[in-house]
């Protein structure tokens, strides 16, 4: 008899191992990313212990065994007890983000903290690349150690561990085949951590080397003692030529306040852009962290002939953390943006009008294009260009 000759009910099957890859990479284009999300995990723990503890050293360690297929995260930040590793691993989408937030709020400070991560599916990413994660920590304030392990199973095993000290060490089993090779060797690592975190306040040291891989210092940081204009200006100069490999025309410091914030360098580029489908690229950053190397959409149409690289801490990010979510105030800020070179150019128009003419020798269009756009702007350099 036909098993089905009556209705029956069947539940869904899941092959879970596949839904984890399937879920990394649908959210993640590349496999590094892996490391970024790893090392914002690693950052918000530390976050959250200095709240607790504003005297400790952080430090976050990564360590490559290629012979074991294995890579090593070390944070020693708030860590997490079995509770925390059930609730937080263990659940698609679980973070304690949001409680963070709320208790910072309630002792009278801002919200936003420092704290880069948001959505607790960042995770999820390791298992692009991973057969078996293991991830062994000690909370703050508790001398209980434990560890959660999965190799792609619906199931997790959560165990009491001994561990020495506070923090999270996460283990990850790299896949075998070439696809991955690069996760474990040390000079392709070193360039991710760069790409992604070169500017992130806490040190990153590789293979227990003595000297941090990321620099943790941005050219628009305040410095102690002050720099004349002269010096700020030969930083910055300095700056596109090592980062962007460009030689600037001009450069225009970008410093809005609250409440959307944004720190960071544009520069007119020396290369010369005769149509608009060239230049305007930007390196964004929420928080010091990377999130778009080369956007080409976040300048305004006309401003093809500038790049550069903004920090926009207030911005809300896409589940993938590779761009930012269209609303408001992303709207908001590209028009702040686009006021700020307008304004820039516009002085410069009027103060230095030899300046100026070396740039519209360059980018006579694009600085028509502006003109069309800004009636104000065109009222200072319509006898100029």
């Not at 025309?249 to 580029?269: D, F, H, M």
Request: contains cysteine.
């Amino acid at each position: 008899m036909d098993e089905f000759s009556s209705p029956q009910k069947v539940a869904w099957e899941v092959d879970f191992h596949g839904l984890l890859t399937l879920l990394g990479k649908s959210l993640y284009t590349h496999s590094e990313v892996l490391i970024r999300e790893l090392l914002q995990n690693a950052f918000d723990a530390i976050v959250m212990r200095r709240e607790q503890d504003a005297e400790f050293v952080p430090r976050v360690d990564i360590d490559i065994h290629p012979d074991e297929r294995r890579l090593v995260v070390r944070d020693n930040g708030i860590g997490l007890d079995g509770q925390d590793m059930k609730r937080l691993l263990s659940v698609i989408a679980g973070t304690n983000k949001p409680e963070y937030r709320r208790a910072v709020e309630q002792r009278g400070r801002a919200a936003e903290s420092e704290l880069v991560g948001q959505f607790g599916i960042g995770f999820l990413s390791v298992f692009i690349a991973a057969d078996r994660v293991s991830v062994t920590s000690r909370k703050a304030n508790s001398s209980s150690g434990y560890r959660w392990t999965n190799d792609g199973a619906i199931e997790s095993i959560i165990e009491r561990a001994n561990v020495e000290s506070v923090g999270t060490l996460v283990e990850i089993y790299i896949q075998s085949g070439a696809e991955f090779d690069y996760l474990l060797n040390a000079s392709a690592v070193t360039q991710v951590i760069r790409k992604y975190m070169d500017y992130l306040l806490v040190p990153i040291h590789l293979n227990k080397a003595q000297k941090t891989v990321n620099s943790m210092e941005a050219p628009w940081d305040d410095l102690p003692g002050e720099l004349s204009n002269k010096e700020k200006r030969q930083k910055l100069a300095a700056f596109v030529n090592t980062h962007f490999r460009d030689i600037p025309l001009e450069l225009l410091p970008v410093n809005l306040p609250v409440p959307s914030r944004a720190r960071g360098i544009l520069y007119i580029t020396d290369d010369r852009t005769p149509t608009i489908q060239t230049g305007g690229n930007v390196e964004l950053l929420v928080r010091r962290v990377c999130i778009a190397q080369r956007d080409p959409t976040f300048l305004p149409d006309w401003a093809k002939f500038v790049s550069g690289i903004i920090d926009l801490p207030d911005l809300s990010v896409n589940a993938a953390r590779d761009g930012f979510v269209r609303d408001e105030a992303f709207g908001k800020m590209q028009h702040e943006i686009g006021n700020l070179i307008v304004r820039h150019l516009t002085h410069l128009a009027t103060a230095e009008p030899n300046r100026f003419l070396a740039i519209a020798d360059y980018h006579h269009y694009h600085l028509v294009g502006m003109a069309v756009k800004h009636d104000d702007f065109f009222a200072v350099v319509d006898d100029l260009i």
